[in-house]
């Protein structure tokens, strides 16, 4: 067999090997060392005996900190993976605001970034089963792999920013994809998971519920997915946040959401922009039954009014609450919009994948500090004359006011796009049909 024979018949190998090499050339040579550092030196809390919450530091709920005490596990086991290698002798934080001055060892920067790459090979496999289920078309579910391995900002994501954002819409995909396979009970598990490491998965509850009654004609069988799907979802919640609580740490398992009802932290009381952002959220929630319901009475096609909804909702969340790890909470879904119903904008998407890119490269000096403690190819003294010369020619103070704005709102324009495709757009009669109003079959 000739190497064209073997691409042919092992493409999804062909873009796991190309997805692979660009995230390890990416991991080693950039981190942005805010995130990273904070899992360092919570795992070493962790391995010096403290609780997640018994120090300041760890700001999400449960879920992620129980993979970080995994990750405690393993460093103990492996010689050599030291956390934390020193703090920088310039701050870079007045240049960029993730920047930090603990900088993580090169080894353990590539060591948290491994499982990440990981679950970036599970979303592009879990989009590859969703849109074979969806078209029956191997050839699109090549696709929609292939796009996700070599996107950049997905690679970005993981491998620079060292955020576990992928591992929150891998759990929602895999929600997903159960409740395509008529698996109430798993897709309950997989949502309740992922809504504990990020809000983001929670919009996507209302519209498999509606998914579910719109699918089930059986009304006992609707009730009985239904309670099946929510208790499931409560359930696993409950279990994940429960021991801290009971340890008198609510507001600390909590803090990341109320938190944004005070200014992001920034007040002791709830702010106006709070309220808005609370208030927003609550008719998003609303608005995606309100989306389903046209969706679904305008098509007659439950998987395109389920996922056209879930995109819009999650979307417009995004821009609303932007940071540049969010973007991979919508990007899935905005690929699986463009492939399985060709609605959205390819252009739009490559413009803010080249934008992204503009907006990350602007924080060149800082993502190169830990390169630089570890190897002899630069000083910290050129950085930070390379970071002056950012700041001091007003480049970082477009990106941070103008450009990280635009990809606030091409996130939210995309997602709209989509909706505004499936409502308006000329875009040939899916071909999906539901002929059994099963799911699953």
Sequence with gaps: MNVREFCATHPLIIFVAVGIIIRLILAPLLTR?????????????????????????????????????????????????????????????????????????????????????????????????????????????????????????????????????????????????????????????????????????????????????????????????????????????????????????????????????????????????????LCGMLILVVASFAIYSFLQRHYDNPEKSLLGSITFIIGLAVGVTFSIQYIVEVLPLILLMLIVFEVGSKKLLILFSALFLVLMMGELPALLLTLEESTTWFSVDSLESLAKAISGGGLMDFLNRYMFLVNQYLIAIMSALVLYDVVFGKNKPSELTTKNKTPGE
């Design 33 to 277: 060392t805010y995130d990273v550092a904070s899992w360092g030196e919570l795992i070493e809390n962790i391995r010096a005996g403290e609780g997640l919450y018994d120090v300041k530091g760890y700001y999400y709920t449960p879920l992620w900190g129980y993979f970080l005490n995994v990750m405690a596990i393993i460093t103990s086991i492996i010689p050599g993976i030291d956390t934390l290698a020193t703090t920088a002798d310039v701050s870079f934080s007045e240049f960029f605001p993730h920047a930090d001055t603990r900088i993580p060892t090169l080894d353990f920067a590539v060591f948290i970034k491994i499982p990440l790459i990981a679950f970036d090979i599970a979303v592009a496999y879990v989009l590859y089963r969703l849109v074979l289920k969806l078209t029956d078309d191997r050839k699109k579910s090549v696709s929609i792999f292939a796009a996700w391995m070599i996107l950049l900002p997905a690679a970005m994501v993981s491998s620079v920013a060292g955020m576990f954002d992928n591992l929150t819409v891998l759990l929602l995909l895999l929600s997903i994809l159960c409740i395509l396979y008529d698996r109430p009970l798993a897709a309950g598990t997989l949502l309740g998971l992922g809504t504990m490491l990020k809000i983001y998965p929670g919009l996507a509850f209302v519209p498999i519920i509606c998914y579910i009654l719109g699918v089930t004609e059986d009304k006992s069988e609707k009730l009985k997915k239904c309670v099946k799907f929510c208790t499931s979802a409560i359930i696993t919640a409950a279990v994940i946040v429960l021991p801290p609580i009971l340890k008198g740490q609510a507001s600390q398992v909590f803090y990341l959401f109320t938190s944004r009802l005070k200014g992001n932290g920034t007040s002791s009381t709830v702010t106006t922009e709070g309220i808005v952002l």
